[in-house]
């Protein structure tokens, strides 16, 4: 059986300022933040027991990284063990990243869609680009038997749930796509059905 622990990092301090992360550059976790990465472990210990054999996954990006280290330290799962992956990345919001979201949303518009999406940057990426990436690393390191955990993002995270669970491609959008969840939360996934184990739907709108 494989079992899939989709895990949406900590609150990080762009977050709070409503301030577009970019993929390249580290945005630290607020305090809450690093709270939610705790109650993730701790959560994940409960379900998986201490220092569970796991394959383990993370985005690359800076703010996922610190919180699987707090994740590790709370399940005893070794932080060094993991995949680190630019395929689990936050979609790519271009020129847009680094500026807030008032600013870009004066210039542009609105910027978030209807469900706590985002719309995609002229000189970004798309949802078809996300689901790409992800139906690669689904192919490879995400196709292992056994439990997997998969520490990433909103957007990206909502992409790879939906195409974990077989739902449809969204109109308008080019990818299937899970429910938003909060900062902080697990999705658990198994044979293409999924629960919440940790946290809530209808979170921020924050990626």
Partial sequence: MTRYFIMRHGETMYNLHRVLQSNTIHTPLTRLGCDQATRMGEALLAELGPAPAVHVHVS?????????????EATGIDWFSA???DDLREIEMGSW????YGDVEADVGPIVLPDYLLRPAFDGE???AIAARLARWLAGPGSLPGDHIVVMHGISSRVLRGMLTGLPVRDGIGAPVGPSLIQGSI???VDGAETVLFGATHGTQHA
Wanted: with cysteine; proline share 4%; charged share 20%.
């Fill in 60 to 72: 690359d990006t800076g703010r996922a990284l610190q919180t699987l280290g707090l994740i590790c």
């Fill in 97 to 100: 990243c680094l500026r807030s």
């Fill in 126 to 128: 798309d949802y078809p």
């Fill in 187 to 189: 999705a658990l996934v």
């Fill in 83 to 85: 995949q680190r992956s």
